[in-house]
């Protein structure tokens, strides 16, 4: 999308009717989401705090001002484009920093940057618009069986929008998939099922009180909404973020596994950490904790594999 696509051009509402909604990136040409050829709608807003998060910039429902301080040169051209006082030069290093409790993420900074170094995180949509850049991919679903999977952040924080926008991709017969971490209101859950087609739907940890301490939230309407989603006869593909020293222990392998024989599912896929995201928690002032955690090697996954399968559970890693 073109760098001004994403500037806000209307207040900021707190949840998204069925017709607006706050997207944060749309990805053509997917093919680690669900099966073909897709189109993946990035939501913005998400009620976890996952340690290892990869799309920082999701979290929030407003839209966020992100600086990338290797092509920022310190001119300062910006700063008189900020009608909010949030941006400035520190003394000593001429750096420029950005008070994120002032800035609203207008964007009006972004067009008079020389070098591109300021971007905004988020821009408000209708369920028209999203169809559209959906629909102009069709060619490619129809040749790989592929769709379009909505993703986040959690599409559950965003439910009218997200029915919305699933309704009229069914309607134009689009295969429809969607990203879900299950945490969310479990009516929203029951409107919004009918219409989707695959979930991909990601168990991280299995005992409450770790999931607490890392993701900021308890697992137990997750929980809840997995079996809804099962008893409904949906067609679900579990997945698992692998993250070593933090989930991959045999605890809560075996957890997981005792988990979707409860449910009735009988495969899962492991996502291996990285640290792609790493750089988007400078772009926006925060820390990445993670930072002496290394993806899993082959053997490591390949390991865990195992335990799933002797457990009943067929599992295959992704790339």
Same mark, same amino acid.
């Given at each position: 999308m073109p760098k001004r696509a994403f500037r806000r051009t209307v207040s900021f509402i707190a949840m998204s009717t069925e017709r607006y909604g706050f997207v944060f990136n749309i990805q053509h040409f997917s093919i680690h989401d669900g099966p073909g050829i897709r189109t993946v709608i990035f939501l913005k807003g998400c009620p976890l705090r996952c340690l290892w998060c990869c799309n920082p910039e999701s979290q929030n429902f407003q839209p966020n001002l992100g600086l990338r301080l290797s092509h920022c040169n310190g001119c300062g051209e910006c700063i008189p484009a900020c009608t909010k006082k949030a941006l400035s030069l520190e003394d000593k290093t001429g750096t420029l920093e950005i008070d994120r409790s002032l800035c609203d993420g207008c964007g009006e900074c972004? =067009?008079?940057?020389?070098?591109?170094?300021?971007?905004? #995180?988020?821009? !408000?949509?209708?369920?028209?618009?999203?169809?559209?850049?959906?629909? !102009? =991919?069709?060619?490619? #679903?129809k040749r790989s069986g592929g769709g379009m999977t909505i993703s986040g952040g959690e599409p559950l924080m965003q439910p009218g929008f997200t029915l919305s926008i699933l309704r009229s991709c069914k309607e134009k017969g689009i295969h429809t998939a969607m990203e879900t971490s299950g945490y969310g209101d479990p009516r929203s859950l029951s409107d919004i099922m009918n219409n989707v087609d695959l979930f991909l739907f990601d168990l991280k940890v299995m005992d409450g009180q770790k999931h607490m301490a890392l993701t900021g939230k308890n697992n137990s309407r997750i929980m809840e909404n997995a079996r809804l989603i099962s008893e409904a006869g949906c067609n679900v593909q579990p997945r698992m973020p692998l993250i070593p020293t933090i989930n991959a222990d045999l605890n809560n392998i075996t957890s997981t596994a005792e988990f979707l024989h409860s449910v009735g599912w009988s495969a899962i896929e492991l996502m291996p950490y990285h640290q792609f995201g790493k750089s988007k928690y400078e772009a926006l002032g925060k820390t990445y904790i993670l930072t002496e955690i290394l993806s899993p090697k082959q053997e490591d996954l390949d390991h865990i594999c195992t335990l799933f399968k002797d457990r009943g559970i067929e599992c295959r890693a992704s790339e």
């Open positions: 972004i =067009d008079v940057c020389p070098r591109e170094a300021l971007t905004i #995180y988020g821009q !408000k949509m209708t369920a028209e618009e999203v169809v559209e850049e959906i629909s !102009k =991919d069709a060619p490619f #679903y």
